[in-house]
């Protein structure tokens, strides 16, 4: 029986690679990705001194993850381990694998996570806001209904409660400005955190209300943490 490696790569900075992801993208006999031209180029460029050429990649995303579960299940109990990649950081975080991970544990396939970066940490260990108790939530909803509907669904739920946990959420840039509407209308005028670009040469973490960021242009990959509880602490303007 072989082995389910989940493995976290980089989000931006190449060396935040550990020694253990090398190791075991270097010994695993497959490595299932969203994209196997960008994962290819990431193996050059963080390959282990005994990696070899990575034949052996294939693409695993939400578009083929049912189709080819059943064929990945099959190569797991003949004995082959696997590796699970994503773009980047921490795969099934708003990645696909979940389905993945659950077959593998009902057949009493090995799943064995190999830590690492994480967009959602990253943001929060450095966002200034409480992060002893969060809740992530991946990306806001497409529709605005559903959004909003979203939003004051938190503030009922967190309405009794005394210690409020941080929200993080990832957003596309293009859609920022349309959440931030949303949640200003049944928020108020809150303040919030917006990380961008997280361990690139861009990398920005952004404090400040919700009305400020408003009139503020957000490039890149997003994170956008705040508390209804706990106020952010800003920096002079």
Known sequence: MGALYIVSTPIGNLEDITVRAQKTLASVDLILCEDTRRTGILLMEVSHPSMKKKDAILRFDDHTENKKIPEIIQMLEAGENIALVS????????????????????????????????????????????????????????????????FQSMLLCFETLEQRPTIVFYCAPHKIQRTLEDMKDIFGDIEIVIARELTKIHEEIWRGKLSEAQNTEFKGELVLLFSLGVPTISPPR
Do not use: M
Not at 87 to 114: F, H, N, Q, W
Not at 128 to 147: M, T
């Open 87 to 150: 773009d980047a950081g921490t795969p099934l975080i708003s990645d696909p694998g979940y389905r993945l991970v659950s077959e593998c544990i009902k057949r009493g396939i090995g799943v064995i996570s190999i830590p690492g970066p994480s967009a959602v940490l990253a943001a929060l260990t450095s966002s200034g806001l409480p992060a002893n108790r969060f809740l992530f939530l991946g990306y806001p909803p497409e529709k605005q209904s559903h959004r909003k509907k979203l």
